[in-house]
T-cell receptor, first 113, second 114 residues
Framework: SQTIHQWPATLVQPVGSPLSLECTVEGTSNPNLYWYRQAAGRGLQLLFYSVGIGQISSEVPQNLSASRPQDRQFILSSKKLLLSDSGFYLC????????????FGPGTRLTVL | AQSVTQPDIHITVSEGASLELRCNYSYGATPYLFWYVQSPGQGLQLLLKYFSGDTLVQGIKGFEAEFKRSQSSFNLRKPSVHWSDAAEYFCAVGAVTGGFKTIFGAGTRLFVKA
């Protein structure tokens, strides 16, 4: 079965510092991959999705960027964090048929101070 | 554009009582519909999904959902709630627009009282 690993689980960063969150996938190849942000008390906001290596689609303008250097690796980055970047970041994937349900990683709790 | 509305931000039910969480969607074609559950500080787990066929879908943990095209709804139900069901529940619709994406509702927080 598919598994998504995310690290770190929690992160506290100062405003203006860089960010790199990593997501890796096991148990499937060529998945569609997604980054979501979940702010406190709010739903999931789709940030980026990728259908393959080097292919990134951005859903909302923001201070973040994403990259997919390998088939099973998806990275979320920022050059300078803002207070508003705080939140719970979830990596998710879809494998096989395009209409399968998403499988999620455990998430990273980011606090920007 | 695709969207999902969960009108109840939070719901409180007594343990053993029945539960219904509401979900309405907007999508121009036949929808792919999902319900996910999220325990505090965790990722999301799929409860059930609807792609086609029987409009009453059975899921894990005793949950079921009914797709009603005329009402654009996909409400989640459980006949008897357990304290361990306290969590946040998300309704979602799958959209095929240049790649498959899942659009989530804002979620409903379920509280269970003894």
């Amino acid at each position: 079965s598919q598994t998504i690993h995310q690290w770190p689980a929690t992160l506290v960063q100062p405003v203006g510092s860089p960010l790199s969150l990593e997501c890796t996938v096991e148990g499937t190849s060529n998945p569609n991959l997604y980054w979501y942000r979940q702010a406190a008390g709010r739903g999931l906001q789709l940030l980026f999705y990728s259908v393959g290596i080097g292919q990134i689609s951005s859903e909302v303008p923001q201070n973040l960027s994403a990259s997919r250097p390998q088939d099973r690796q998806f990275i979320l980055s920022s050059k300078k964090l803002l207070l508003s970047d705080s939140g719970f970041y979830l990596c998710a994937g879809i494998s096989g048929s395009s209409y399968n349900e998403q499988f999620f990683g455990p998430g990273t709790r980011l606090t920007v101070l | 554009a695709q969207s999902v509305t969960q009108p109840d931000i939070h719901i409180t039910v007594s343990e053993g009582a029945s539960l219904e969480l509401r979900c309405n969607y907007s999508y121009g074609a036949t929808p792919y519909l999902f319900w996910y559950v999220q325990s505090p500080g965790q990722g999301l787990q799929l409860l059930l999904k609807y792609f086609s066929g029987d409009t009453l879908v059975q899921g894990i943990k005793g949950f079921e959902a009914e797709f009603k095209r005329s009402q654009s709804s996909f409400n989640l139900r459980k006949p008897s709630v357990h304290w361990s069901d306290a969590a946040e529940y998300f309704c979602a619709v799958g959209a095929v627009t240049g790649g498959f994406k899942t659009i989530f509702g804002a979620g409903t927080r379920l509280f269970v009282k003894a």
